[in-house]
């Protein structure tokens, strides 16, 4: 997606490094990830019980999986807010 912002608007294409630096200032501090998996129930999927859910539904507050979180997100985002913990940006 950015590649194909950069080529449209005539902007250079961001170096590799300077990529990963705004990849890692956008992610989830380590930190807090593990505060959050280590409250009681953030272990599993809240809908199906799969082990190390990867996505969270902002407006319920849980931890999911890849295949539940898909079917959060066509629910709407006025139902269920949906972020990979990985690869979605974070602010507080």
Not at 41 to 51: F, I, L, P, R, T
Not at 70 to 91: A, E, K, Y
């Amino acid at each position: 997606y950015l590649h194909f912002c950069c080529i449209w608007s005539g902007l250079p294409f961001p170096s590799l490094g300077v990529l990963l630096k705004m990849t890692a200032a956008m992610q989830m501090p380590k930190e807090i990830e593990a505060r959050i998996r280590g409250m009681p129930g953030n272990n599993m999927c809240v809908d199906c019980n799969n082990h190390t859910p990867q996505w969270a539904s902002i407006s319920y507050g849980c931890l999911m999986c890849l295949e539940c979180s898909g079917q959060h997100r066509s629910l709407g985002v006025h139902l269920s807010f949906v972020r990979s913990i990985q690869m979605d940006s974070w602010n507080e």
